[in-house]
């Protein structure tokens, strides 16, 4: 069976880390992510660069792109944001909806009812554009203000993305606070609300669950998984975030499972030790450091 990483090390990855790579830089780590054999990569977010400095580039790493049968995306959060990413030539667009509303409030400067909204017009205009609009459902598992999100208040926003009729839904576990039950009783949750509409899960592995979560994702009937090169990233929006679920990590144990991601173990390794070395941050992942098994 067939589970798709979603590399995400380009703009999430990215986003939050202290240096700043080049546009030259970042299209070489978009390279080298299509050297593991991953089919989609999420190259940047069209946001306002004071707010995410380290993604100004948007629009010219966009431009740059090779057309090699690769499904590249882009984050974008309001009509603006679709509109540029359009322009540069992005067809796959990603937006984000917050399960609380205070996160939703600092991070977007909206409620979230005021965001669905937003993404209801951004679904509307994919739809006449012809470019596939997947949504995120952001802390779902837990916030950095409120703390727990309520089952029941999942439930209402949920619902609430599911009647916009998505190309695909994504559940975010943004800090890294969600165990294996949780992954599983709110992907029950949002198949009730969507039951045709294909599930994606983004983890970060700031609690050191997030391979686990991965494996109840994929038990769950999650068949694409969100992931990064060196478990680099975080939200700069949200405290002690730390990064994603590391791409290596999740490509040893889904083989070992017996799933096919179509990605190669050493190449994966490779990209990510060069990508941390760029940063400068030391790798998150177990993979990177003890290699794969049997040698």
Known sequence: ????????????????????????????????????????IEVTSFVRPDRVPQLADAAEVAKALQDNGIDYSALVLNVRGYQRALDAGIREMTTLVLASTTFSERNQGMTTDEVIDVVREIRRRGR??????????????????????????????????ADLDFDEVCLADTIG?????????RFAMLRERAPAV?????????RNTGVANAVAAVRSGVRALDASLGGIGGCPFAPDATGNVATEDLVYTLHRMGFDTGLDLDEAIEHAKW?????????????????GFPR
């Not at 598992?141 to 999100?149: D, K, N, S, Y």
């Not at 606070?177 to 009783?185: G, I, M, R």
């Not at 294909?198 to 700031?206: A, E, G, I, K, Y």
């Open 128 to 161: 006449e554009d012809g470019v596939k609009v997947s949504v995120t459902i952001g802390a779902s598992f837990g916030c950095p203000f409120e703390g727990e999100v309520p089952e029941a208040r999942f439930g209402e926003v949920a619902s609430a993305v």
């Open 198 to 206: 294909p599930m994606r899960v983004h983890l970060h592995d700031t």
């Open 177 to 185: 606070v969600a165990v294996p039950s949780d992954v599983e009783t």
């Open 1 to 40: 069976m067939t589970v798709e990483i979603v590399e995400v090390s380009p703009r999430d990855g990215l986003q939050n880390e202290k240096r700043v790579l080049s546009t030259d830089e970042k299209l070489e780590l978009i390279d080298r992510a299509a050297r593991t054999g991953v089919r989609r």
């Open 275 to 291: 990508v941390t070395g760029r940063l400068g941050v030391p790798l998150s992942g177990g993979l990177a450091r003890a290699g």
